[in-house]
Structures are given as C-alpha cells and as structure tokens.
C-alpha cells in the first residue's frame, strides 16, 4: 500500500491498543526508501490526557498506567517538521526546524515498524512509539534522549509497551553508525525542503481520525 503525494493522512502512536496521539500531515513521497510526511505549523493534532487534563510527560508513570483517559484535540504548537518512515525500520528520522523555519536537528524516534490503512475517505500509518529517541545535530554530533522517562517505565512491564529494550537501543546504535558516517539521511537530504505551493494547513482532524488502531 502506497499514498499518493499530497495526500493527508494521519500519523498516529499507539499505546498497548489506545491511540496516544495523532497529526494530521501531508504526503511528501512514499517510494521503496519509505514515507516522507509533512505536519505544518498549526496542523490539526489530538493527544490522550488524563480526566484531570494533563499529559503523560505531566505525571510519574505509575499515576498514568493507574487513570482513566480521554483524547483532546488541539494545534502543532511547534515548528513545521518533515518526518520520514524508512520502509520495514524500527525507526523514524524528523527534520526539526528553528522558530525561524530553517532546519536545527534530525530527530530519531525510536518506534515500531508502522502499520498501515486505507478505508478509502481516509488513510493513516500506526505505530508504537518506544519513547527512547537520539538527537542529531548538523554537525553529525548525537545525544541520546528521554532515557530517564524510558528507564521508569520499563519497571512496569505489566503496563508499559516496550517488550525488548536492548532491541531498541540496538536500533538507536544502528541509526547512530549512519549518522556519525553521514549516510543517508543525515547528508543533507531534505535539510532544505520547502512544501509545494497550495499546501495549507487542514482546519480540523479528519473524519475517522480516531478509528480503532491497526497495531
């Protein structure tokens, strides 16, 4: 299954069968390399809250595995950000950008393969986003981060959807390799991407956009 460009789509994480936030973003490519998207400052995006309003990053994780939760929509309330999917990668690679949008940093979220649907008036991709993630800067200088945040969840395994934790700091290592080499992406593709004329942002999420997850 590939989507067409320009298309929008929502990117969603998934968390042990919950949907844990989701963006509204536009197709820039999706070839054998991967899927490229593009989520626009102000674009439509939802995430899951407490009853009491406040996110996961808000509380200690053994007070969010215990609570009830709800989803609330709202912006991207952060610069525009290019993400791309490497095909069948445990991993996904964000452009992030400066408050004056040119670019600042690869960003390696470490995650699941996504999964992806198409019901036809709407399509998205699902994955599991494993909280550990590395930082790269421009001049292929990396750091790892959220390995505190990744470290406390892991003691609750009943609850937490990281299964393999070496499995995951492995991929981090790996995509590491490639960028202290410089290999693609870290060469400098798409540092510059500028999105095609006529790519507004969407007024709200789509219809749909919190169908029961894939994963």
């Known amino acids: 299954m590939r989507f067409e460009p ?20 536009r197709v820039v490519s999706d070839d054998d390399r991967g899927l490229l998207l593009w989520v626009p400052r102000d674009s439509p995006v939802a995430s899951e809250v407490t009853e009491a309003g406040l996110g996961m990053r808000a509380v200690p994780f053994s007070e969010w595995v215990s609570s009830s939760y709800r989803l ?18 445990a991993h996904s690679v964000w452009w992030f950008r400066d408050a004056h949008d040119r670019f600042a940093t690869w960003y390696v979220n470490l995650e699941e393969p996504g999964v992806r649907w198409d019901d036809g008036t709407l399509a ?13 800067r421009p001049d292929l200088g990396w750091e790892w981060k959220d390995e505190e945040e990744f470290v406390e969840r892991l003691a609750f395994p009943d609850h937490y959807w990281v299964a393999d934790p ?35 942002v969407a007024d709200a999420l789509p219809p749909g956009w919190d169908r029961p997850p894939v994963r």
């Open 6 to 25: 320009g298309r929008l789509i929502v990117h969603r994480n998934v968390r042990r069968g919950r949907i844990g936030w989701v963006r509204t973003a």
């Open 72 to 89: 609330v929509t709202g912006r991207w309330d952060g610069p525009s950000v290019l993400k791309f999917l490497p095909t069948g990668a």
């Open 124 to 136: 998205g991709v699902d994955m599991v986003d494993q909280d550990l993630d590395v930082v790269v």
């Open 166 to 200: 070496d499995a995951v700091r492995a991929e981090g290592k790996r995509v590491i390799a490639l960028a202290e080499s410089g290999e693609f992406p870290f060469d400098g593709t798409w540092c510059d991407f500028t999105p095609p004329p006529g790519w507004g």
